[in-house]
């Protein structure tokens, strides 16, 4: 079964200062990773995704993300974090199973809330 | 229109109340769902709809009884519904069965049962 972990359940950084939010996720074959963005009270937002090719994403808001297969990593970074990008942040993985089909659902991780100071 | 809308935005309802939540998608998706978020709880699944068909139930309580008459609407209703029942509820869509292009959602119904 797949599964997802955000290990940060809050986090907090000073504005202008750089962020990772960390993913370890479960799955048996070729995984699909994402990163979903909710501001209070909204729907989640799509922030980047990865299927295949280069490792590094780029992302909507100055995000990004680095597939790493070995630490079965999806972390999310930012360089410097803005007032406006305090949010709660969902790290989710679906794909390609053994077999060559692919699924529809997806499986969330808990969530990171991040808080930003200025 | 495009995206994902859901209605109404806010609910409140009393216990013995019938309402109805809908959610429409201008994506041409072909898969539907429907998520119940409560406070410092994870993202729940209730329901997956796929070309109007329902392929998933997550043990969800006959109190919720969602409807999909065509790809781009879906609907829960709702009945004798409990407080521990308010929450945010999300609907989402995708290129049915292609988990590859992720979801996109609705901005969701506050349901505040009293």
């Known amino acids: 079964a797949q599964s997802v972990t955000q290990p940060d359940i809050h986090i907090t950084v000073s504005e202008g200062a750089s962020l990772e939010l960390r993913c370890n996720y479960s799955?048996?074959?070729?995984?699909?990773l994402f990163w979903y963005v909710q501001s209070p009270g909204q729907g989640l937002q799509l922030l980047l995704k990865y299927f295949s090719g280069d490792t590094l994403v780029q992302g909507i808001k100055g995000f990004e993300a680095e597939f790493k297969r070995s630490q079965s990593s999806f972390n999310l970074r930012k360089p410097s974090v803005h007032w406006s990008d305090a949010a709660e942040y969902f790290c989710?993985?679906?794909?390609?199973?053994?077999?060559?089909?692919?699924?529809?659902?997806?499986?969330f991780g808990q969530g990171t809330i991040l808080t930003v100071h200025p | 229109e495009t995206g994902v809308t859901q209605t109404p935005r806010h609910l409140v309802m009393g216990m013995t109340n019938k309402k109805s939540l809908k959610c429409e998608q201008h994506?041409?998706?072909?898969?539907m769902y429907w998520y119940k978020q409560s406070a410092k709880k994870p993202l729940e699944l209730m329901f997956v709809?796929?070309?109007?068909?329902?392929?998933e139930n997550n043990s969800v309580p006959s109190r919720f009884s969602p409807e999909c008459p065509n790809s781009s609407h879906l609907f829960l209703h709702l009945h004798t519904l409990q407080p521990e029942d308010s929450a945010l509820y999300l609907c989402?869509?995708?290129?049915?069965?292609?988990?590859?292009?992720?979801?996109?959602f609705g901005s969701g119904t506050r349901l505040t049962v009293v």
């Open positions: 994506l041409g998706h072909n898969a």
């Open positions: 989710a993985v679906g794909g390609l199973d053994a077999g060559g089909t692919s699924y529809g659902k997806l499986t």
């Open positions: 709809y796929n070309f109007k068909e329902q392929t």
């Open positions: 799955y048996g074959a070729t995984p699909y």
């Open positions: 989402a869509s995708s290129q049915g069965g292609q988990g590859r292009y992720g979801y996109t």
